[in-house]
């Protein structure tokens, strides 16, 4: 009895905890029951990434391993690079290359243009279909362009050879009346060979300085300053040929284009070197005007002024040396056969060289 009562009374089995029965919903993820003891519970698809137990020991996520001071571990989502706004921009100029393709110059600057922003665009930021793009457009447009050039020679040098071939195949129409241009043609028609000889023999009258149209000449100025001024050159004792004559001593032309129509007309052109007589007029006037203001003036009488104003008129044409250019045009009118020059329009661009009427 006595060594039944040394050893201990064994204590009955605990309970095992009975398992609730499922009160969620049929998809809802199950509670994992509680591990047993010593065991490890299981790990959480959600646990936090597990800290390195050794330094050096990269941080492992689910078990994957994840460096958290370098890049990402392969096999993960990596930023991509940011775009370029040069492969846009190599798009758009390649686009417009092609649409100037037909001006030359500009369109071979935007394709180069195009090409580089496209080879920068691809250096920055990687290949891109806008910069690949633009580069095929920009290449496009400077070989259209190149193609446009050859085509504008050929057709320029098809219309010369056409005009040399038949100078008189061309003609235009001007209010119902073709003429011929003398610029556009290598040979001058006969009608326009005529008009330039009959304005040639006219405007030869002021460069061989013709006595006959000197004295018109003369007469035309002396008329002109009299109904200005008051006075006559005479009275100022000025010569008017003399004054004719300074006003042709350097008189030069030479003709620029005949034009003759159909209906018996035409016009010739000519540039005019020349004394200018305006800028005789202006010096002649200054000095007069100070003239008629000064106090000596106040004390002559008539003659003495008409006297001085006549230096003073002599004195101007000493001091002007200048040379003008103009451009005169002549018309012409065909009567039996002969080219002459309208008189009208003869006395018109008198007026506007020297100032008559």
């Known amino acids: 009895m006595a060594d039944n009562q040394d050893q201990p009374t064994p204590m009955p089995d605990a309970p095992q905890p009975q398992q609730p029965e499922p009160t969620g919903a049929p998809y809802s993820s199950p509670t994992p029951p509680p591990p047993a003891p010593g065991q490890q519970p299981p790990a959480s698809p959600y646990a936090q990434p597990q800290q390195p137990t050794a330094p050096g020991q990269p941080v492992s996520l689910n078990g994957q391993p994840v460096n958290p001071y370098g890049q990402p571990m392969p096999g993960y ?72 050039f050859i085509l504008y020679l050929v057709i320029g040098f098809g219309a010369l050879a056409y005009v040399a071939a038949h100078p008189d195949a061309v003609s235009v129409t001007n209010n119902g009346s073709s003429y011929s241009d003398a610029s556009s043609y290598f040979e001058k028609t006969e009608d326009e060979k ?38 006559s050159l005479s009275e100022l004792g000025v010569d008017p040929a003399a004054f004719a004559q300074w006003l042709l001593a350097d008189f030069d032309y030479e003709l620029d284009g005949a034009y003759t129509y159909s209906d018996g007309t035409g016009t010739v052109y000519a540039d005019v070197t020349m004394r200018d007589a305006y800028a005789f007029a202006s010096t002649f006037m200054t000095d007069a005007q100070a003239f008629a203001n000064s106090v000596e003036a106040g004390s002559m009488d008539e003659a003495a002024v008409k006297a001085k104003l006549g230096e003073q008129f002599n004195a101007a044409m000493a001091k002007t040396a200048d040379m003008t250019d103009n451009y005169v045009s002549l018309d012409l009118t065909k009567k039996d056969g002969t080219w002459t020059v309208d008189e009208d329009s003869w006395a018109d661009e008198m007026e506007y060289l020297f100032g008559t009427i």
Do not use: R
């Open 194 to 231: 005529q008009a330039e000889a009959a304005v040639q023999t006219e405007l030869d009258k002021l460069k061989n300085k013709d006595a006959a149209f000197v004295q018109k000449l003369a007469t035309d100025l002396d008329t002109e300053f009299s109904a200005s001024s008051g006075y």
């Open 77 to 148: 989502y990596q930023q991509p690079p940011a775009k370029s706004g040069k492969a846009t921009a190599a798009l758009v100029c390649g686009i417009f290359a092609i649409l100037l393709s037909g001006t030359i110059l500009p369109s071979i600057i935007l394709g180069i243009v195009a090409i580089v922003l496209a080879v920068k665009a691809v250096k920055e930021a990687g290949k891109d279909g806008k910069a690949t793009g633009g580069k095929v457009c920009g290449i496009i447009g400077i070989v259209l362009s190149v193609l446009a």
